[in-house]
C-alpha cells in the first residue's frame, strides 16, 4: 500500500489559478497510473484528469482545455494546473492511483472511473468564489 500525500488547494477567484500536487511514498513499485478526482457537495465522485508513466494523459471534458495535468516519474508526483477556474470547479480534490504493469494502459473511461484506484490521497479543498 502506498500513502498519497496532497498539497495545494484553498480559495481563488472565478477565473484565476490554482496548482494543486500530490505524491507517492513508501511505493514498492515506479510505475502508476494516477489521477485526480473531484467530489462537490451532494454530487457522486468524478474523474478529472490522468496521467500514466508512460506519459499518456486523459482529461474530463468539463475542464479540458483549462486544466492541465503533469507527472514527475523519478518522485511519482502528480500535479493539476487548474486555470481559468469557474465556480463549478469547486469540489474536494482527490488524488489516486494504482500500479501500471509493463506494457498496460487504461482506457479513457477507465481513466477516469473511481472503481480503477486503490489508493486515494486525503483530499484537499478547493474553492472558486465570484
Known amino acids: 500500500q502506498i500513502q498519497l500525500v496532497q498539497s495545494g488547494g484553498g480559495s481563488v477567484q472565478a477565473g484565476g489559478s490554482l496548482t494543486l500536487s500530490c505524491q507517492a511514498s513508501g511505493a514498492p513499485r515506479t510505475r502508476y497510473y494516477m489521477a485526480w478526482f473531484r467530489q462537490a457537495p451532494g454530487k457522486e465522485r468524478e474523474g478529472v484528469a490522468q496521467r500514466d508513466t508512460d506519459g499518456r494523459t486523459n482529461i474530463a471534458n468539463s475542464v479540458k482545455g483549462r486544466f492541465t495535468v503533469t507527472k514527475v516519474n523519478a518522485n511519482n508526483t502528480l500535479y493539476l494546473q487548474m486555470n481559468n477556474v469557474e465556480l463549478a470547479d469547486t469540489a474536494m480534490y482527490y488524488c489516486?492511483?494504482?500500479?501500471?504493469?509493463?506494457?498496460?494502459?487504461?482506457?479513457?473511461?477507465?481513466?477516469?472511473?473511481?472503481?480503477?484506484?486503490?489508493?486515494w490521497g486525503q483530499g484537499t479543498h478547493v474553492t472558486v468564489s465570484s
Open positions: 489516486a492511483a494504482r500500479d501500471q504493469p509493463w506494457g498496460a494502459r487504461m482506457t479513457p473511461l477507465q481513466a477516469l472511473d473511481v472503481a480503477q484506484y486503490d489508493n
